[in-house]
């Protein structure tokens, strides 16, 4: 078999590539005109050296950057058109409704209702619920289910019409309910000028009056219906001048002389070189926390805060270390080791942990409050401080409800143990729980304060507090000073209200001596039933036996109380108290329900069952004694009942 071979010449070869790029080269001198021309008017841009000299370092120092980048521009370009072409597709699908095929859907449509339907259990809890008519004082007057049966509420009649309680039966009671711990006496007479008179025209109109049994006349915080509060005519004269509202944040035009006028006077009275409000007291602490606090900083806090502060640890998103409450060192010996779970033991392992992974050095700090509100109980400030300076350590306290009932002016804790203010990095209080206000403050040094102008979220994006209210903490702090006599009269009302309740076989008063927030919870022996059962751990010795998870906020062998069936008898109590003049309420929590996936809601913990009493110097000794032995009864009829 015969085979050919063809061999091409150079001659062809040259021919053939001389026509193709003859035949090209109309292209290639367009393609070549355009991209002068676009770089022309490229470099004619603004800006477009800069840009180029980007690109151009970029590429040198990391080529994989400006690939990585293209293909992100050419993936942002085809979801552009990608969106485009499945809207085109969904229009075409579209099933073009009549205008009488419409209006048959809408009216066949039935709305689902927005929350579901009250069961009766809360409608009767509802019911419950007490109503103060007029103003609240220390002796306000209200109303309930309980007082009026006409105020129930059924599955029937839900609501309740505002007609119904104005003429419902009210009450006269002993508050120990709301935060009415102190209150400085009235500088000035009802008949003393006319500017007064006007200011008790002005309170008077807030009372709702009842053919129930209410009276037609102001309601003072004693009940005596003659003076005004203090400082009610200087809050009222600010309102005229200011208005209502501020209608800005305070960064932008919300800040006037009223507001810089109350936070010199709290650095003033707390003895720190500056001090910054907040016009709501919920985000103080959940703003000033992650104000300072960042992702990789350290947070050692105690187990037993508040909701608030447990609010601001979550958005700090901060590495966080609990340790057992109010456990600083563990042993009372000072020689001995401390505990592993309290505040010593868990420095001294994360310095452990630091010098093993070799963490570089991070913001850390101590968190804690002064008065515990969940429990009354009190922080060893001495001692936190000197843990904090060996450790290197900053301490932001929480003086919500210490400021304004404890030491010999009301200064809180600092006063209280004698430490000067200085001494703690950031103290965070209420102006609401006990300045008659509302709002919030952070004290601390003068850089603290200005940092938290620029990055805390709260004083940044919300409106400022109302003039109204900061002339009314401004009115508060001035009657602190002069009237110190109001803290002797707070404590001996505290010391007679827990002489009466102390001693009871089912009752265990878990608050400080001190604390004018008295926590009363069932004691545990009382009832097989009601005992704390504690959680199964892994038995067995060594040093490790008995200690808590540092990473979690439940401590080891923690309590598990029946919480629903301790509720319902605390509640019980609260309504006998009612019913014989004693106005009370138990400590409320945040739980989800039985049937939800987190049975705790948007709580961390359980905490103990307990009554929260407000104890207040506005009332007399002989009144506090009355509503002990009132709480005293009701507590020992329904305890009997029980058993």
């Given at each position: 078999?015969?085979?050919?071979?063809?061999h091409?010449?150079p001659?062809e070869?040259?021919?053939?590539?001389?026509?193709?790029?003859?035949?090209l080269?109309?292209?290639?001198?367009l393609?070549?005109?355009?991209l002068?021309?676009?770089?022309?008017?490229?470099?004619?841009?603004?800006?477009?050296?800069?840009?180029?000299?980007?690109?151009?370092?970029?590429?040198?120092?990391?080529?994989?950057?400006?690939?990585?980048?293209?293909?992100?521009?050419?993936?942002?370009?085809w979801?552009?058109?990608?969106?485009r072409?499945?809207?085109?597709?969904?229009?075409?699908?579209?099933?073009?409704?009549t205008e009488?095929e419409?209006?048959?859907l809408?009216?066949?449509?039935?709305?689902?209702?927005?929350?579901?339907?009250?069961?009766?259990?809360a409608?009767?809890a509802?019911?419950?619920?007490?109503?103060?008519?007029?103003?609240?004082?220390?002796?306000?007057r209200?109303?309930?289910?309980l007082?009026?049966?006409?105020?129930?509420?059924?599955?029937?009649?839900?609501?309740?019409?505002?007609?119904?309680l104005?003429?419902?039966?009210?009450?006269?009671?002993?508050?120990?309910?709301?935060?009415?711990?102190?209150?400085?006496?009235?500088?000035?007479?009802?008949?003393s000028?006319?500017?007064s008179s006007?200011?008790?025209?002005?309170?008077?109109?807030?009372?709702?009056?009842?053919?129930?049994?209410?009276?037609?006349?102001?309601?003072?915080?004693?009940?005596?219906?003659?003076?005004?509060?203090?400082?009610?005519?200087?809050?009222?004269?600010?309102?005229?001048?200011?208005?209502?509202g501020?209608?800005?944040?305070?960064?932008?035009?919300?800040?006037?002389?009223?507001?810089?006028?109350?936070?010199?006077?709290?650095?003033?009275?707390?003895?720190?070189?500056?001090?910054?409000?907040?016009?709501?007291?919920?985000?103080?602490?959940?703003?000033?926390i992650?104000?300072?606090?960042?992702?990789?900083?350290?947070?050692?806090?105690?187990?037993?805060?508040?909701?608030?502060?447990?609010?601001?640890l979550q958005?700090?998103?901060?590495?966080?270390r609990w340790?057992?409450h109010?456990?600083?060192?563990?042993?009372s010996?000072?020689?001995?080791?401390?505990s592993?779970?309290?505040?010593?033991?868990?420095?001294?392992?994360?310095?452990?942990?630091?010098?093993?992974?070799?963490?570089?050095?991070?913001?850390?700090?101590?968190?804690?409050?002064?008065?515990?509100?969940?429990?009354?109980?009190?922080?060893?400030?001495?001692?936190?401080?000197?843990?904090?300076k060996?450790?290197?350590?900053?301490?932001?306290?929480?003086?919500?409800?210490?400021?304004?009932?404890?030491?010999?002016?009301?200064?809180?804790?600092?006063?209280?143990?004698?430490?000067?203010?200085?001494?703690?990095d950031m103290?965070?209080?209420?102006?609401?729980?006990?300045m008659?206000?509302?709002?919030?403050?952070?004290?601390?040094?003068?850089?603290?304060c200005?940092?938290?102008?620029i990055?805390?979220?709260?004083?940044v994006f919300?409106?400022?507090?109302?003039?109204?209210?900061?002339?009314?903490?401004?009115?508060?702090?001035?009657?602190?000073?002069?009237?110190?006599?109001?803290?002797?009269?707070?404590?001996e009302?505290?010391?007679?209200?827990?002489?009466?309740l102390?001693?009871?076989?089912?009752?265990?008063?878990?608050?400080?001596?001190?604390?004018?927030?008295?926590?009363?919870?069932?004691?545990?022996?009382?009832?097989?039933?009601?005992?704390?059962e504690?959680r199964?751990?892994n038995?067995?010795a060594?040093?490790g036996?008995?200690?808590?998870?540092?990473?979690?906020?439940?401590?080891?062998?923690a309590?598990?109380?029946?919480?629903?069936?301790?509720?319902?008898?605390l509640?019980?109590?609260?309504?006998?108290?009612?019913?014989?003049?004693?106005?009370?309420?138990?400590?409320?929590?945040?739980?989800?329900?039985?049937?939800d996936?987190?049975?705790?809601?948007?709580?961390?913990?359980?905490?103990?069952p307990?009554?929260r009493?407000?104890?207040?110097?506005v009332?007399?000794?002989?009144?506090?004694?009355?509503?002990?032995?009132?709480?005293?009864?009701?507590?020992?009829k329904?305890?009997?009942?029980?058993?």
């Amino acid at each position: 078999m015969t085979s050919y071979v063809y061999h091409y010449s150079p001659l062809e070869t040259e021919s053939s590539s001389s026509m193709t790029t003859q035949t090209l080269q109309p292209v290639l001198v367009l393609l070549s005109y355009g991209l002068h021309q676009a770089e022309k008017g490229f470099n004619a841009l603004p800006g477009s050296a800069v840009l180029l000299r980007y690109i151009r370092e970029s590429h040198r120092n990391d080529p994989g950057r400006t690939l990585l980048e293209v293909l992100l521009a050419l993936f942002a370009v085809w979801t552009v058109f990608q969106s485009r072409r499945r809207a085109a597709r969904e229009a075409r699908n579209f099933v073009k409704l009549t205008e009488q095929e419409v209006d048959d859907l809408v009216d066949e449509w039935t709305p689902e209702p927005l929350v579901p339907e009250l069961s009766q259990a809360a409608l009767t809890a509802w019911s419950k619920t007490p109503i103060i008519v007029g103003p609240a004082s220390s002796r306000p007057r209200v109303t309930n289910a309980l007082i009026d049966p006409s105020l129930a509420l059924t599955p029937s009649n839900p609501t309740l019409d505002p007609s119904v309680l104005a003429n419902a039966k009210t009450k006269e009671v002993i508050n120990l309910a709301s935060f009415n711990f102190t209150l400085a006496p009235s500088s000035s007479s009802s008949s003393s000028s006319s500017g007064s008179s006007s200011v008790s025209s002005a309170s008077s109109a807030v009372l709702i009056t009842s053919t129930g049994g209410s009276s037609n006349s102001t309601s003072s915080p004693k009940g005596t219906a003659e003076q005004p509060l203090p400082g009610t005519e200087t809050a009222i004269n600010t309102l005229r001048k200011y208005g209502l509202g501020s209608c800005g944040p305070p960064g932008f035009y919300g800040t006037i002389d009223v507001h810089l006028e109350l936070e010199k006077n709290i650095a003033s009275f707390l003895g720190t070189e500056s001090a910054i409000i907040y016009s709501q007291g919920f985000s103080t602490a959940s703003s000033v926390i992650p104000a300072f606090c960042k992702r990789g900083d350290v947070i050692v806090a105690d187990r037993g805060v508040n909701f608030v502060i447990q609010k601001g640890l979550q958005l700090s998103r901060s590495t966080i270390r609990w340790y057992d409450h109010n456990s600083l060192r563990g042993p009372s010996s000072s020689s001995s080791p401390a505990s592993p779970s309290s505040l010593v033991g868990v420095l001294e392992q994360l310095e452990k942990e630091f010098k093993r992974k070799k963490t570089p050095l991070t913001r850390r700090f101590i968190v804690t409050e002064g008065l515990f509100a969940d429990s009354g109980s009190l922080t060893d400030l001495p001692v936190l401080l000197s843990i904090a300076k060996r450790f290197k350590y900053r301490i932001i306290l929480d003086e919500s409800f210490s400021i304004g009932t404890l030491g010999r002016t009301g200064r809180g804790l600092t006063e209280l143990y004698n430490v000067p203010a200085e001494e703690v990095d950031m103290i965070i209080g209420s102006l609401a729980n006990t300045m008659s206000s509302a709002g919030g403050f952070c004290a601390g040094s003068k850089v603290m304060c200005e940092h938290q102008r620029i990055n805390s979220t709260s004083f940044v994006f919300s409106a400022a507090l109302p003039a109204l209210l900061a002339t009314a903490a401004s009115e508060t702090i001035s009657g602190f000073t002069r009237h110190p006599e109001m803290f002797t009269a707070l404590q001996e009302n505290v010391r007679a209200v827990r002489a009466i309740l102390a001693g009871m076989d089912t009752l265990e008063i878990v608050s400080h001596s001190v604390s004018p927030l008295v926590h009363l919870a069932i004691k545990a022996p009382s009832s097989a039933t009601l005992s704390p059962e504690t959680r199964s751990s892994n038995s067995g010795a060594g040093a490790g036996a008995g200690k808590s998870n540092a990473n979690s906020i439940i401590p080891r062998d923690a309590p598990v109380y029946d919480v629903q069936k301790e509720e319902g008898l605390l509640q019980e109590v609260v309504d006998e108290a009612l019913l014989q003049g004693v106005l009370i309420t138990r400590a409320k929590r945040l739980y989800g329900d039985q049937d939800d996936k987190q049975p705790l809601g948007q709580e961390w913990r359980v905490a103990r069952p307990t009554i929260r009493l407000a104890v207040s110097s506005v009332l007399t000794k002989k009144e506090c004694e009355k509503a002990a032995g009132v709480i005293k009864n009701a507590w020992i009829k329904v305890m009997i009942k029980r058993r």
